[in-house]
């Protein structure tokens, strides 16, 4: 390990069955190869690896089971064998799945997927990151066709919906601040991914009074944010709590049960030596701990409605600069 891991921990670590609570992770990149990079994954987690298909491989190790594959669900599933492919490509055999595979490679993403791991462990995910920058692997910056993201799924302290709620204001509120931070290239800057929540949406979440039943919560969401394609993403957490209720709204094959937020507005620029997994999780880190301080929470509200407001101050600052010039003060950058 190159350095010591610098992921902060916030305030609230444990689940409300007093477990620890965990986090998955879902890194996109390039630059290595799909061998290459199982190789050298394998050895810097220091377990073994083993083929679940063509472009699937699982690397078991004492947090979980880690996986490495190629982002396009056509590829991974290709059989030379299946009838419906044209004979001609069947009949190249082995030379037909060298062009594809040269292909898919440049083109398409390789994702390392982690285990849910707790988050007095993220020093495994730092590393490995680290690691894989110095052997040579790109990121968002590499070309204008990336759109690499990293992404994270924190899960929350309880399923309450007052604390979904406390969740969704302070990532609101810090939208601006976190899109800066993260300095996101043009390539994805270009996709719908990352998309804020609708400004009506966004309007009646931060009002004080907001206060919802679970129902009511995913309602609201959902009238205006019918999608995945959302910064932070709240279909999975949704399936998790009221799958049926989801399925009125939004049917998507894609969207995996889980009680947790989808966070999906990070780059990954593991090219960019500057940049490190510890950076993104800790700016995460700063939603986390404003989400269960509430008179830091109110505070941040009460700034961001006005800030929607026309008056000559926000003709002259952004939010993004209030935002940041109010998390120094307080101490929270």
């Known amino acids: 390990m190159s350095r010591t891991s ?38 810097l987690l220091d377990a073994p690896a083993e083929a679940v298909s063509r472009y699937v491989t699982r690397i078991e190790t004492g947090l979980g ?17 299946d009838s419906r492919l044209p004979e001609s490509i069947r009949e190249l055999g082995g030379q037909a799945m060298e062009v594809i595979d040269a292909a898919a490679e440049r083109i398409v993403p390789l994702e ?21 920058h110095l052997l040579g692997a790109l990121g968002s910056r590499e070309a204008i066709y990336f759109a690499f993201g990293l992404q994270l799924n924190p899960e929350l302290p309880d399923l309450e919906p007052a604390t979904v709620v406390r969740y969704l204001q302070a990532f609101a509120a810090l ?20 998309e804020p929540w609708a400004n009506r949406y966004t309007d009646q979440l931060i009002e004080d009074d907001y206060a919802p039943d679970l129902e009511q919560l995913m309602r609201d969401y959902l009238e205006w944010n019918p999608t995945r394609n959302r910064a932070l ?36 620029d593991i090219d960019n030596p500057e940049w490190h997994f ?29 800030s929607r407001k026309f008056s ?21 950058v």
């Open 6 to 43: 610098s992921c902060a921990l916030p305030d609230v670590r444990l689940n409300s069955e007093g477990n620890e609570r965990r986090v998955g992770v879902e890194v996109e990149l390039s630059g290595l190869g799909y061998d290459v990079l199982v190789d050298h994954a394998a050895r």
């Open 65 to 81: 089971p880690f996986t490495i594959e190629l982002d396009s669900d056509p590829i991974k599933d290709l059989d030379l064998a």
């Open 112 to 132: 390392i997927v982690t285990p849910p791991i707790p988050f007095s462990h993220l020093q495994e995910v730092d590393r490995l990151v680290d690691e894989l």
């Open 175 to 194: 939208y601006d601040w976190l899109k800066a931070r993260h300095q996101l290239d043009i390539s994805r800057k270009f996709t719908t991914y990352i």
């Open 233 to 268: 993403d709240l279909l999975p957490l949704f399936s998790y709590l009221n799958a049926d209720l989801l399925d009125r709204y939004v049917r998507d094959p894609r969207i995996k049960s889980r009680p947790t937020l989808h966070y999906r507005l990070p780059d990954c």
């Open 278 to 306: 510890s950076s993104v999780w800790n700016d995460w880190v700063v939603v986390e701990q404003i989400a269960n301080r509430a008179e830091d929470l109110a505070e941040l509200r009460a700034l961001f409605r006005d």
């Open 312 to 332: 000559f101050h926000n003709l002259t600052h952004s939010w993004q600069e209030t935002t940041d010039q109010w998390l120094r003060t307080k101490g929270y």
